[in-house]
């Protein structure tokens, strides 16, 4: 099994920034193709915000591109989005994806437990 640990959410002001961490491990050799962040806004469908490979390949939703940016820690297992410039349509709970194969099994899709980020003045 896979233990998935996210952090950084809060509250902030519009025009203002947070970074979202989501932090991976487990008691036996793993590894993450693609890590990934989406969002759900209360009454909403759960949209993808950006995702990453292994080898660094970016995908954002049209809606964060330029403000956003992921990226990854291969070494810790790691991967981070930092948010710029925020505003109130942000507000949502973040959750991390992974696509996670243990000991070269085929790969299995975990969720971390989200974290809130709310944007308002």
């Known amino acids: 099994q896979v233990r998935i640990v996210e952090s950084g959410g809060g509250l902030v002001q519009p025009g203002g920034s947070l970074r979202l961490s989501c932090a991976a491990s487990s008691g036996s050799i793993f590894k993450i193709a693609v890590m990934g962040w989406y969002r759900q806004a209360p009454g909403k469908q759960r949209d993808l915000v950006a995702s990453?490979?292994?080898?660094?390949?970016?995908n954002y939703a049209d809606f964060v591109k330029g403000r956003f940016t992921i990226s990854r820690d291969n070494a810790q297992n790691t991967v981070y989005l930092q948010m710029n410039s925020l505003k109130p349509e942000d507000t949502a709970v973040y959750f991390c994806?992974?696509?996670?194969?243990?000991?070269?099994?085929?790969?299995?899709?975990?969720w971390g437990q989200g974290t809130q980020v709310t944007v308002s003045s």
């Open positions: 990453i490979t292994s080898g660094g390949s970016t």
């Open positions: 994806n992974l696509d996670v194969s243990i000991l070269g099994s085929p790969s299995s899709n975990y």
